[in-house]
């Protein structure tokens, strides 16, 4: 097993963490290990926060879509459609590689 020294810790957390470990029957270092375990286990990654975002806005989307369905209503066809909504498009900024 690998040995952290930690430093700077200031007195009253010490204090804390010496009496959270007696009162949970662990020495200062199992009741450290313990405490770290569980902050790792709870901490969700960003990895695990990106994707939870993006499962949450493709929801909406689809949300939103379902709504839209069935009410659309043009006498435009499809392609006549998709050229207009093209059309109305912004050029936006223009970035420079």
Known sequence: MATVTIQNIPDQLVA????RADSEHR???????QLMNRAI?????????????LKLN????ADAWSRLAGRWISNLS???EIEQIFSAR????????
Request: no cysteine; net charge negative.
């Open 16 to 19: 804390k963490l010496r009496a």
């Open 27 to 33: 020495t200062l270092e199992e009741e450290m290990v």
């Open 41 to 53: 286990a709870d901490a969700p990654s960003k990895a695990d926060k990106q994707e939870e975002r």
């Open 58 to 61: 493709a929801e909406r989307q």
């Open 78 to 80: 499809v392609e006549e």
């Open 90 to 97: 912004t050029q936006g900024r223009e970035i420079r590689l």
